[in-house]
């Protein structure tokens, strides 16, 4: 699907909804974006890979916060 052709509303809509998406990192405060994998799991995803009204995960481009946060041992810690 190819959507060339957005006027300006409707590119204000999507950001105001991306930014609805954005949450922050427990550990770090980074802005990220939940994101579900394949496997049905929930994933933590780098806000600033993430452009506006993309709702599928691309690993290709997409940077997974758990590898990216300074605190990622936490992350592994707390859900044991
Ligand atoms: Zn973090």
């Not at 990192?25 to 933590?44: H, L, V």
Request: charged share 40%.
């Amino acid at each position: 699907m190819i959507l060339d052709e957005r006027d300006d509303e409707s590119e204000d809509v999507a950001d105001a909804r991306h930014e609805r998406r954005v949450a922050r990192c427990r550990s770090c405060n980074a802005r990220i974006i939940w994101f579900t994998t394949d496997g049905g799991k929930k994933m933590p995803v780098d806000e600033g890979t993430v452009e506006a009204g993309e709702y599928v995960l691309d690993l290709s481009r997409h940077r997974s916060h758990f590898a990216t946060c300074p605190k990622a041992a936490q992350h592994r810690r707390a859900k044991a």
